[in-house]
């Protein structure tokens, strides 16, 4: 239905004060009593409504929607009428100082404010209260019954902005109060329940659907509890962030979402050394390799923070890189950045960016990193995960950058894969260059140093966007083993940490990072599940297809050999494993990279890293029977 138009609103309204004058009249005249003085009627009647119509022009009653009237239309009504009385009796009083009589009862005029007060204050409550009756009445069935979490005014705010929300999603039930102490009350004319017994029991009880979450007081471990306690009873759970406008409701009813699964393995805020990193960037050149991959693009964004000098952005996907330039060219637009569609296999063509731009800071996120791919395709690991890392470890000590920081991944732990054994071989590889200069020169120009983490949520080949979409389709969600655990951060986390343990290092650590707590696969599936509001193996099917190649149940950050030294960052620690530099040597790179140029058989270059990584044992894979040969 349209809105009325504001003269049909003012037409009301002086209806309204109208009518309110005449019910004073009638009323004083059965009590004897003479309202308006009976000799100058027409003036007094044109008086009347002049002063109320101007006061009402003034202060634009009129303006607001009355189906959506607020505290603020009744505020200015009433301010509108008080000074409409105030300039009636000022005018009576100087019609008595003129003429020496009064135009009305001074009684009279505070009584016909009341009445005109009541009289436009509560056509405007019936009017919205049937629209809301109304429409809610037409689609309650529709609605998802939801009870709020928290009693304090970000809660009232919350439900406000649900009520009002056009299209309605929700029919609110009641709130929950964990204090205890409002049982007996009602907010926006709802119940207020206390947290007397579990939150699905208080649901059960009131017939609710679905919990809003906005308790601003909660911790994280008991807002954990809740979403738990809900899934494990198949109800959906919402969470909304503070409210700072609580005017904006549209604003606040789009705030309203499903829990994504980040938000539940979300650990504590990471509290960054932002002088020592500010230190190693601000105003210096940095090159990012792998630029416009999920890490890659996350060091840029954080990176531009620290306000470089220039931020070279590489990467060889032309079409990934060209969406990041375009986002930072928005976001940043003070910055200066460059983008180069470049391959790190390519020696010359890296010589060229190091020759023309002089690099203060690299940071190596360039990489080959799907497991499966790379077991099928070991020259190709070998090419951009072993060479690749050399041509710019190389490039990064003859043009003497100050700080060179490579990205790799717990895979290269105890590998039992391909992509794992070649980032292994990359990070022997640093550590001995840093050797070998430390060793033939007393001293080392460049900072070698070596980051090493598990999984990032939502980083490309990440299991939790494949999970998603697997539940958009309606599943199934497919499993590789029912045992099989993982460690988890987000990108934020893991970057933050990468530039941290960039500015801290000395040269030739490994630096690993907390990762939290181990999460097992298949419980984050039935959680995604249920989050996304559908039954595990019920709507959703989960299917158990096996592990793929060089796939492990679990991943380890350090060797059976290695400890770690703590660091002045809680979550970073640094990796003392055994490590000669004669571990690894250029005449074995060099080897390694010959036979994978030579199209050689993928066992004779599995072979060659086996004999480089004797870790390397493979799991579930055809290399597997190179282990028991060798």
């Known amino acids: 239905m349209s809105y009325l138009p504001r003269w049909i609103i003012l037409t009301l309204d002086m209806l309204v004060v109208s009518f309110c004058a005449f019910m004073t009249f009638k009323m004083l005249a059965e009590m004897d009593k003479n309202f308006i003085h009976k000799g100058l009627i027409p003036f007094i009647v044109g008086a009347y409504l002049l002063f109320n119509l101007?006061?009402?022009?003034?202060?634009?009653?009129?303006?607001?929607?009355?189906?959506?009237?607020?505290?603020?239309?009744?505020?200015?009504?009433?301010?509108?009428?008080?000074?409409?009385?105030?300039?009636?009796?000022?005018?009576?009083?100087?019609?008595?100082?003129?003429?020496?009589?009064?135009?009305?009862?001074?009684?009279?005029?505070?009584?016909?404010?009341?009445?005109?007060?009541?009289?436009?204050?509560?056509?405007?409550?019936?009017?919205?209260?049937?629209?809301?009756?109304?429409?809610?009445?037409?689609?309650?069935?529709?609605?998802?019954?939801?009870?709020?979490?928290?009693?304090?005014?970000?809660?009232?705010?919350?439900?406000?902005?649900?009520?009002?929300?056009?299209?309605?999603?929700?029919?609110?039930?009641?709130?929950?109060?964990?204090?205890?102490?409002?049982?007996?009350?009602?907010?926006?004319?709802?119940?207020?329940?206390?947290?007397?017994?579990?939150?699905?029991?208080?649901?059960?009880?009131?017939?609710?659907?679905?919990?809003?979450?906005?308790?601003?007081?909660?911790?994280?471990?008991?807002?954990?509890?809740?979403?738990?306690?809900?899934?494990?009873?198949?109800?959906?759970?919402?969470?909304?962030?503070?409210?700072?406008?609580?005017?904006?409701?549209?604003?606040?009813?789009?705030?309203?979402?499903?829990?994504?699964?980040?938000?539940?393995?979300?650990?504590?805020?990471?509290?960054?050394?932002?002088?020592?990193?500010?230190?190693?960037?601000?105003?210096?050149?940095?090159?990012?390799?792998?630029?416009?991959?999920?890490?890659?693009?996350?060091?840029?964004?954080?990176?531009?923070?620290?306000?470089?000098?220039?931020?070279?952005?590489?990467?060889?996907?032309?079409?990934?890189?060209?969406?990041?330039?375009?986002?930072?060219?928005?976001?940043?637009?003070?910055?200066?950045?460059?983008?180069?569609?470049?391959?790190?296999?390519?020696?010359?063509?890296?010589?060229k960016v190091f020759s023309k731009f002089k690099p203060d800071v690299v940071y190596h996120a360039a990489a080959y990193k799907h497991v499966p791919l790379m077991e099928e395709n070991p020259s190709q690991a070998v090419f951009v995960n072993?060479?690749?890392?050399?041509?710019?470890?190389?490039?990064?000590?003859?043009?003497?950058?100050?700080?060179?920081?490579?990205?790799?991944?717990?895979?290269?732990?105890?590998?039992s894969n391909v992509m794992g054994a070649s980032k292994r071989i990359a990070e022997k590889y640093v550590q001995s260059l840093h050797c070998r200069l430390l060793k033939n020169t007393g001293e080392c120009r460049t900072k070698f140093i070596t980051t090493r983490f598990g999984n990032v949520l939502g980083s490309n080949g990440s299991v939790v966007p494949l999970f998603t979409e697997q539940i958009a389709k309606g599943g199934p969600v497919t499993i590789t083993h029912p045992e099989i655990i993982r460690y988890f951060m987000t990108i934020p986390e893991a970057c933050q940490l990468v530039l941290e343990a960039g500015a801290m290092g000395r040269g030739g650590e490994i630096y690993i990072f907390d990762m939290g707590k181990p999460v097992k696969i298949i419980d984050l599936a039935n959680k995604m599940i249920r989050l996304a509001g559908f039954t595990p193996d019920k709507e959703i099917k989960i299917q158990i297809v096996g592990l793929r190649p060089g796939e492990k149940l679990y991943e380890e950050l350090l060797n059976d050999s290695a400890k770690t030294l703590p660091t002045h960052h809680e979550k970073i620690m640094i990796a003392q494993e055994a490590y000669d530099d004669s571990d690894i040597t250029p005449a074995q790179i060099h080897d390694l990279i010959a036979i994978a140029h030579d199209h050689c058989e993928n066992e004779k270059i599995v072979t060659k890293m086996k004999m480089i990584v004797p870790e390397f044992k493979s799991m579930n894979s055809d290399f597997a029977s190179l282990d028991k040969v060798n």
């Open 54 to 351: 101007f006061f009402f022009w003034l202060f634009r009653t009129y303006s607001g929607i009355i189906r959506h009237s607020s505290f603020i239309d009744a505020v200015k009504i009433f301010i509108a009428l008080f000074l409409t009385l105030l300039f009636l009796v000022l005018t009576n009083y100087g019609c008595l100082f003129l003429n020496g009589h009064k135009l009305f009862m001074n009684a009279g005029l505070f009584i016909n404010f009341i009445f005109s007060f009541c009289g436009l204050f509560l056509y405007r409550i019936v009017v919205k209260q049937t629209f809301e009756i109304y429409f809610s009445g037409r689609q309650t069935n529709d609605l998802i019954r939801a009870l709020i979490y928290g009693s304090d005014a970000n809660a009232i705010s919350v439900a406000n902005a649900l009520k009002s929300e056009k299209p309605a999603r929700f029919r609110i039930v009641g709130f929950v109060d964990k204090q205890h102490q409002n049982s007996s009350k009602r907010i926006l004319n709802l119940p207020i329940l206390n947290l007397s017994k579990r939150i699905p029991v208080i649901m059960r009880s009131i017939e609710a659907e679905a919990l809003i979450i906005a308790d601003k007081s909660l911790t994280k471990d008991e807002k954990l509890t809740l979403v738990d306690e809900c899934l494990e009873y198949n109800y959906k759970v919402y969470t909304v962030p503070l409210i700072s406008d609580w005017e904006d409701r549209k604003e606040i009813s789009q705030k309203v979402k499903n829990f994504q699964i980040q938000d539940l393995l979300e650990r504590k805020p990471i509290v960054l050394d932002n002088k020592s990193i500010s230190a190693q960037i601000h105003n210096k050149t940095v090159l990012i390799t792998g630029a416009a991959g999920s890490i890659g693009s996350e060091i840029t964004r954080q990176v531009i923070n620290f306000s470089p000098k220039r931020v070279i952005m590489l990467d060889q996907a032309e079409t990934p890189l060209h969406h990041l330039t375009l986002e930072i060219s928005k976001l940043f637009p003070e910055a200066h950045t460059t983008s180069i569609i470049g391959d790190i296999r390519n020696r010359q063509s890296m010589e």
């Open 386 to 415: 072993v060479m690749g890392t050399k041509n710019i470890t190389d490039l990064s000590c003859e043009y003497n950058v100050e700080s060179f920081v490579m990205v790799s991944t717990d895979k290269a732990v105890n590998p």
